[in-house]
């Protein structure tokens, strides 16, 4: 907070310096005294920047705004988060949420990975190190394809509900398919099941007043991830909660790639099929998935649910397999290191299927060795993206990569949104998580992890019937492209970190 308020501080003394300086006609050694204190308050900011110890490329670019862009360059740094990125902004929740995860998993049993083959183990062994949430084993995990099987299975889950629903979503809208979920929520409010939404202040922007009025008027405890009028002072707008997530009775848990809108249910004439996928979770892993809702609710409410044993309470179910749930944001681990450590396990093939495809160097890095040693490696992007930037972004990442042996996949049928990596056939990952720079930086994501679980079979046969919709990108054809198309993706990566 005291960090903070002096950046309030300096952006006030450089406007007023400006003023000084051009709008005034006071003595020329006054505006010399102003022009020095400004340069004097840029380089305390520069010399706090280097205190940081970013990539020589990245304390360098933002020097540059700084020096180049007064007053305004300042601003941009300070309102992209950058100041205060390592560890500031979200530090109270940062500590809060790791006792609430380490607590869980001290209650966990030690689960005996003996069983695992050598890529399983290694991988796991890294989870267990790396995150502070446990592996669970009794839990079950259906692969739901698509908008139509997935919100019926929601839909069906929620009529079914007893005690409490929680709901955690990046995009809420109230459209069509949002005003059915909504009324079945406020028909199980008024049957007195407890009901809370959480949804993130920026995706959910056209969530109308109306519609949250309406469920709070059903009894629906209803909260914003994040909202704009705080974030602007609190420099936390640029950081958005990308989690999607139900959890009902502690039982049943829904967590992935979709979002409550039509479009993901392909309704959007503009976009078309929709092509995503979710998961069903029973089990063991549940009670993990909804510590992450918990947390979240707990940090935008200040309701602590917690350590009340009636959310908390394991409801284990038969094992098909290991499950692990992972939360990541901008105040933990980055997901970018659990997906380099799950590349760096293959020793078959690697099949990735991402939307927005900005992989970072470590990454690529580890593509391409991958690809050298022989492992197949297809990844599958969306031949029309919605949005400029990405689509030709991504497109900037592929030369690299086939030239190294990628096979690289154009999803054609409609948008591709399904964020899907499987390594070997029998470990994945599947959730809310791209493989880009928002994802791997800013946003709050969550991933389940799926090691020897029977329902890796499904996502195998649902990736191969998807590169039945695809064009494969062939080296030759793609080095043949215009000059235009190459200055587009040159452009659209100089975005690359805000993607």
Not at 290 to 316: C, I
């Amino acid at each position: 907070m005291k960090k903070r308020r002096m950046e309030w501080v300096f952006i006030i003394f450089m406007v007023a310096l400006a003023y000084i300086v051009f709008f005034t006609d006071v003595p020329f050694l006054s505006k010399v005294i102003s022009i020095a204190l400004y340069g004097g308050m840029i380089l305390i900011t520069v010399f706090s920047l280097m205190l940081e110890n970013r990539t020589a490329q990245n304390t360098l670019l933002w020097i540059y705004i700084l020096v180049f862009l007064p007053i305004l360059g300042y601003i941009i740094y300070v309102y992209s988060g950058q100041l205060l990125l390592k560890g500031y902004l979200f530090k109270s929740k940062r500590i809060k949420d790791r006792e609430v995860f380490e607590r869980m998993s001290q209650k966990h049993k030690k689960i005996d990975f003996s069983q695992l083959n050598y890529h399983q183990h290694h991988f796991t062994h890294y989870l267990d190190r790396a995150t502070s949430t446990p592996t669970n084993s009794h839990t079950q995990t259906k692969i739901l394809k698509n908008g139509e099987e997935t919100f019926r299975e929601i839909k069906n889950a929620l009529i079914e509900a007893k005690d409490f629903i929680h709901l955690e979503y990046y995009i809420f809208r109230d459209d069509r398919l949002g005003n059915e979920i909504i009324d079945i929520l406020t028909d199980k409010a008024q049957e007195g099941v407890e009901v809370r939404l959480m949804y993130d202040a920026v995706g959910s922007i056209t969530l109308s007043s109306g519609a949250i009025n309406r469920m709070k008027d059903a009894g629906i405890k209803v909260q914003p991830f994040l909202p704009l009028k705080s974030g602007l002072i609190n420099q936390k707008f640029n950081f958005r909660n990308h989690r999607k997530i139900i959890v009902i009775d502690g039982k049943v848990g829904f967590v992935g790639g979709l979002n409550v809108g039509v479009e993901y249910l392909g309704e959007d004439e503009n976009i078309g099929f929709w092509c995503d996928t979710h998961v069903l979770l029973e089990g063991e892993a549940v009670q993990t998935l909804h510590a992450v809702f918990l947390v979240d609710w707990q940090y935008v409410s200040g309701e602590m649910l917690v350590t009340d044993e009636r959310y908390m309470k394991p409801n284990p179910a038969p094992s098909d397999g290991l499950v692990h749930v992972v939360a990541t944001g901008p105040e933990t681990k980055r997901m970018s290191d659990h997906y380099y450590a799950m590349i760096s396990c293959a020793t078959k093939s690697i099949w990735i299927a991402s939307p927005y495809f900005v992989p970072n160097p470590a990454i690529r890095t580890a593509l391409r060795i991958a690809a050298h040693k022989g492992i197949q490696i297809r990844i599958m992007v969306p031949d029309t993206n919605d949005g400029f930037l990405t689509q030709y972004a991504t497109r900037s990442y592929l030369p690299e990569l086939l030239r190294a042996g990628v096979e690289v996949y154009a999803y054609q049928k409609g948008f591709l949104h399904k964020k899907v990596m499987i390594v070997d056939g029998d470990l994945a990952t599947i959730g809310t998580a791209n493989m880009d720079m928002r994802s791997f930086r800013l946003n709050f994501e969550v991933n389940l992890f799926l090691i020897g679980a029977e329902s890796i079979q499904d996502l195998v046969a649902h990736y191969e019937e998807d590169l039945k919709e695809c064009l494969r990108i062939r080296p030759v054809e793609f080095y043949k492209r215009g000059l235009t198309e190459r200055v587009k993706e040159s452009f659209a990566r100089l975005f690359s970190g805000v993607l």
